[in-house]
């Protein structure tokens, strides 16, 4: 996974609270839930989870730079050709 994604921990943590809001939407009433995996997702990606971590990775990791250029940071996709 780390081939597809730079973080399929948090990947895997946000599909899991959108599992979560199908279930919840299944009964008939659960529409509203909505919100729950809309802010986790939010707070993954852009607040405490991929953002915090990408700092300091950026700074301690050698070769880390070249590795964002070639893959996804959230949703797993297959990897960029980076031309040398």
């Given at each position: 996974m780390w081939r597809f994604t730079r973080h399929p921990n948090y990947f895997?943590?946000?599909?899991?609270w959108w599992g979560y809001y199908l279930i919840a939407l299944a009964t008939g009433s659960g529409w509203w839930?909505?919100?729950s995996p809309v802010i986790m997702s939010?707070?993954?990606r852009n607040v405490s989870g991929v953002t915090m971590?990408?700092?300091s990775l950026k700074?301690?990791?050698?070769?880390y730079a070249e590795y964002v250029e070639a893959t996804n940071a959230f949703i797993p996709w297959f990897p960029k050709k980076i031309p040398n």
């Amino acid at each position: 996974m780390w081939r597809f994604t730079r973080h399929p921990n948090y990947f895997g943590d946000a599909a899991q609270w959108w599992g979560y809001y199908l279930i919840a939407l299944a009964t008939g009433s659960g529409w509203w839930s909505v919100f729950s995996p809309v802010i986790m997702s939010f707070l993954l990606r852009n607040v405490s989870g991929v953002t915090m971590l990408e700092k300091s990775l950026k700074e301690t990791k050698p070769g880390y730079a070249e590795y964002v250029e070639a893959t996804n940071a959230f949703i797993p996709w297959f990897p960029k050709k980076i031309p040398n």
